[in-house]
C-alpha cells in the first residue's frame, strides 16, 4: 500500500510555469510506475505523463509534450510535474497515481492508488 500527497498547485499566468510535487509514504516512487493525471470540471480524467518503474522512461500525453517533464526523486519518495509555457487549457485538478504491476501506463485503469489532487489554474 502507497499514500499519495500532491502539492504545488495554485495560480499561474499563461505562458508561466509551475511544479507539482506528489509524495510517497510508505514506499520508494522508484518501485512504481508514477503518473500524473489531471481532470477538469465536467470532463474526463485523462493522462498527462508517467514515469516507468526501474528503468525510469518517461512518456508525455500529445497534449502536454515539450512542455512537461516528470521526474522523481527515490531518496524523497517524490515524484514531480514541471510544466511551462502554461495556457489556460491546462487548468485542471492534477492527480498523481502509482502502480507496482504491468499495465497501461497512458490509462487510468492503469493505477491502483490515487492522491487527492492539487488545482491548477492558469489565466489569461
Known amino acids: 500500500q502507497v499514500q499519495l500527497a500532491e502539492s504545488g498547485g495554485g495560480l499561474v499566468q499563461a505562458g508561466g510555469s509551475l511544479r507539482l510535487s506528489c509524495v510517497a509514504s510508505?514506499?520508494?516512487?522508484?518501485?512504481?510506475?508514477m503518473g500524473w493525471f489531471r481532470q477538469a470540471p465536467g470532463k474526463e480524467r485523462e493522462f498527462v505523463a508517467y514515469?516507468?518503474?526501474?528503468?525510469?522512461?518517461?512518456y508525455y500525453a500529445d497534449s502536454v509534450k515539450g512542455r512537461a517533464t516528470i521526474s522523481r526523486d527515490n531518496a524523497k519518495n517524490t515524484v514531480y510535474l514541471q510544466m511551462s509555457s502554461l495556457e489556460p487549457k491546462d487548468t485542471a485538478v492534477y492527480y498523481c497515481?502509482?502502480?507496482?504491476?504491468?499495465?497501461?501506463?497512458?490509462?487510468?485503469?492503469?493505477?491502483?492508488?490515487w492522491g487527492q489532487g492539487t488545482q491548477v489554474t492558469v489565466s489569461s
Open positions: 510508505g514506499r520508494t516512487v522508484g518501485n512504481y510506475r
Open positions: 514515469i516507468s518503474r526501474f528503468s525510469g522512461n518517461t
Open positions: 497515481a502509482a502502480s507496482q504491476r504491468a499495465g497501461v501506463g497512458s490509462s487510468v485503469g492503469g493505477y491502483d492508488y
